[in-house]
């Protein structure tokens, strides 16, 4: 795409979700996810908007992942953590219900019928992702009385079976990996 083309393409989708903040390419799907200040867009690779979606106000975008029912969103605001999906005929929006500390990475299982969540902290949560229920909770164990700045849980991924979940838990120069069993949330490996 020529700037131009580039130009064109920023304007038609900015006037239609606003200022552009972040843009997903799904390889395996061939779409592309445009979020906005004020909502999301749905591009093919051949630059043909699919969809769009409103995003609430006041919200942070967690994290963002195309699924085989479509784009889901995580989002966070007003002490809400919610799922918002594009186009919204592949699945409905869900609230998710219990707490947790403020999310800060996610990623869906291969099916996408489940997310995890990690949060400032050392928090990992797994959820269902048509009900909204939390599937489990666990947190890591850090040794230290007193943090000046908390220790981060990152989700890198799902194993392809969807049977596993690895984390990265960091703390100024400590880092940890840890693979969990996706369904128990045992805690299987721990590499310092």
Known sequence: ?????????????????????????ATEFCEILVIGEEGMAVLTASDEIVATSALPSDITIVDQQRTPQGWRVLAYGDSVIRILSIPSGG????????????????????????????????????????????????????YIDEFLTPPTLSIKGWTPDGARIVTTAEYLAAITCNVWDADSGELLTSID
Do not use: Y
């Open 1 to 25: 795409m020529n700037e131009n083309n580039m130009n064109i393409f920023d304007t038609r989708v900015s006037d239609q979700i606003g200022t552009i903040c972040k843009i997903t390419w």
């Open 91 to 142: 699945s409905h929006d869900v609230i998710l219900s219990g707490t947790v500390t403020e999310p800060h990475t996610a990623c869906w299982n291969p099916c996408g019928n489940l997310l995890a969540v990690g949060s400032i902290g050392t928090e990992l949560s797994v959820w269902n992702t048509n009900s909204g229920l939390m599937h489990w909770k666990r947190s890591i164990a850090w």
